[in-house]
């Protein structure tokens, strides 16, 4: 997969641009903080999810003072040709296209543009809570297996009406509340053990990749693991039954794939509390490429990956570490300051004041 051309109309603080990154290798992009470098990837990423790698609103993306932003991006995935248009609205609906086709329902735009992103905010990988460990799992489910979006979304709208039932039964099981719970759990057991299984085989799978990349990227060997830990204990619809009465009395779900965690440590040791700078930043980026080796591999086409500011998380010799173990593929990095000597870039771009030099 490659993305080959891409436009922009008044998106963040490009009036108007055109990028031709380098269609089978590594593009450099070169400019001093607030050009607009990381603008090029985030349209390109939103292109592929409809949504933004920094989560802001789409508001956001509309250059100031503009009605509506427009992205379109060329490309090419199984040998033929791809053509994915986004209009952006600050007031009403956006509009996209796939091939000049509307598109009817976000899902049916998963696995038309592939991109695995880095960028320095993913030190919350490794540093911030389980949530964004559980999100990271499930994107490279739905990456993997678009198929993953619905079971998602189905665990999302059933966690809502179970925890506003609880929140409204006050703390009592009337005959009624018992009668609806009962429907939301074995909905909740259903889909809860069915992700919980996705997720502990995708740990097993990801596990060998981002060990090698963290090996690649910091330069040494290391002992990286990842461990799957569930908040419950056997069949889901037996540790709902067990946890009903606290539910009850707190007004929340407190089992599930919602409160599960993804374990990391380097040498037995968890990396949140005992690993240093380096080791958690080493491990972020680990983790973006390990996905981004499995998805290429098990997918059979290697999404288009894009790196953001990835030389400021890195010190040089991880810095030449990463580059000379890029994934093979098309890569996009933005950089403020230096270009590592080895860095074999088919293009190099420039930018400056919202404009593509």
């Excluded at 739905?142 to 609880?166: E, F, G, S, W, Y």
């Excluded at 009668?179 to 889909?191: E, F, K, R």
């Excluded at 030389?311 to 230096?338: I, N, V």
Aim: hydrophobic fraction near 40%; include cysteine; glycine fraction near 8%.
């Amino acid at each position: 997969m490659r993305v080959t051309r891409l436009w922009l109309t008044d998106f963040r603080n490009y009036g108007s641009a055109e990028l031709r990154p380098d269609p089978s290798g590594l593009t450099i992009i070169v400019g001093a903080n607030g050009e607009g470098k990381t603008n090029l990837l985030e349209a390109i990423a939103y292109l592929a999810t409809l949504s933004s790698f920094r989560s802001v609103p789409g508001e956001a993306l509309i250059r100031q003072g503009c009605a509506r932003a427009v992205v379109r991006a060329e490309g090419e995935r199984d040998g033929r040709q791809v053509l994915v248009e986004a209009e952006l609205n600050g007031s009403g609906r956006d509009r996209v296209q796939v091939n000049r086709q509307p598109l009817r329902r976000a899902r049916d735009l998963l696995g038309a543009l592939r991109v695995s992103v880095f960028a320095p905010d993913d030190l919350v990988l490794v540093k911030g809570g389980p949530a964004e460990r559980r999100r990271f799992l499930d994107e490279v489910l739905v990456a993997l297996h678009p198929k993953h979006d619905a079971l998602q979304r189905d665990l999302d709208r059933i966690l809502r009406q179970r925890n506003t039932l609880l929140r409204q039964s006050g703390g009592r099981l009337s005959p009624e509340v018992e009668v609806t719970l009962d429907v939301w759990d074995a909905q909740l057991a259903a889909t809860g053990d069915s992700l919980a299984a996705s997720r502990q085989a995708l740990v097993t799978s990801l596990e060998p990749e981002v060990a090698k990349a963290y090996d690649q990227v910091a330069h040494t060997a290391a002992d990286v693991t990842m461990g799957y830990q569930r908040s419950w204990t056997g069949p889901l619809a037996d540790a709902l039954v067990k946890s009903r009465n606290d539910d009850l009395r707190r007004g929340v779900s407190l089992v599930g794939p919602h409160r599960d965690e993804l374990v990391l440590a380097i040498g037995g040791l968890p990396v949140r509390t005992h690993a240093s700078q380096g080791e958690q930043r080493s491990l972020a980026l680990a983790l973006r490429l390990g996905a981004h080796r499995l998805v290429s591999e098990q997918v059979g086409e290697a999404p288009v990956l894009l790196l953001d500011d990835v030389f400021s998380e890195l010190d040089p010799e991880r810095a030449d570490a990463l580059l000379t173990h890029l994934p093979p593929g098309q890569s996009l990095l933005t950089t403020a300051g230096f270009v590592p000597e080895g860095a074999r870039a088919g293009r190099i771009v420039r930018v400056a004041g919202g404009r593509v030099v």
